[in-house]
């Protein structure tokens, strides 16, 4: 009979605090929300998520790729010797997926892919990021690639995204932001190699939630949740 396994806050920059995790257990952004509808003790914690966060340039289209933490490239290189992510990150903001890499995240059946050009992306006048605006009462207003991107995020399933959502609307958060590259960045710097970022699912408590598929994994303030080797 299997022990059941206990999932705790791992505080810590990204590669601290994975190296502390059992690998595949590192929860994704809609299932730490799962875990937020049960404890509100987690509301005001800003995680590290599992999803993969891949951009590229295919065929002059800006795309963003989100994939689950078994085909996450980041954290597959983030404690490497040579082609250190983490490092990469850190220090110039860019990590250049390898080849085989990126195939691995196209070509797998769990990948979502965004047109990032699809998305009416707004400027965020305090974080100077583009983000896409989500109305937690009226989401049913999003076009088909934007409803795309939010489900990935806040929930697999229309169960867990409704779920999530009236999570939100219930202790009077109005919207929902997710940050991500823009187009014309992605066009500039991924014309040779794919750029892979970290994500975070940011909440301060009772008053804003947001995700970010632009972080760099170095914030010492937030937490990855798992499993504890």
């Known amino acids: 009979m299997e022990l059941e396994q206990k999932f705790e806050n791992i505080p810590g920059n990204l590669q601290d605090a994975y190296k502390q995790c059992l690998k595949g257990t590192m929860l994704h952004a809609y299932e730490i929300m ?24 295919d065929h002059e289209i800006p795309r963003l790729r989100i994939t689950p933490e078994k085909n996450n490239p980041v954290l597959d290189h983030i404690d490497d010797e040579v082609n250190n992510s983490y490092k990469q990150l850190a220090n110039n ?12 995240v196209k ?3 769990d990948t979502v892919t965004i047109d990032l050009t699809q998305l009416r992306l707004q400027r965020d006048d305090n974080k100077g990021n583009w983000c896409l605006v989500i109305s937690i009462t009226n989401y ?12 990935c995020i806040y929930g697999q399933g ?3 995204f409704r779920d999530n959502m009236g999570m939100l609307k219930k202790i009077g958060v109005d919207e929902t932001k997710v940050y991500v590259l823009h187009p014309e960045y992605v066009k500039t710097n991924a014309k040779e190699n794919a750029l892979g970022r970290v994500a975070v699912l940011e909440s301060y408590f009772y008053h804003y939630w947001c995700f970010s598929a632009i972080d760099r994994g170095s914030d010492h303030s937030h937490s990855l949740r798992g499993v504890r080797k």
């Open 34 to 57: 799962r875990d937020q509808r049960e404890d509100v003790n987690l509301y005001d914690i800003s995680f590290h998520t599992a999803e993969g966060i891949v951009y590229s340039l």
């Open 93 to 104: 903001g860019i990590y250049k997926v390898l080849p085989a890499d990126f195939n691995r």
């Open 107 to 109: 070509s797998a059946e």
């Open 140 to 151: 049913d207003k999003l076009n088909q690639e934007e409803c795309r991107l939010a489900e």
């Open 158 to 160: 229309t169960a867990d």
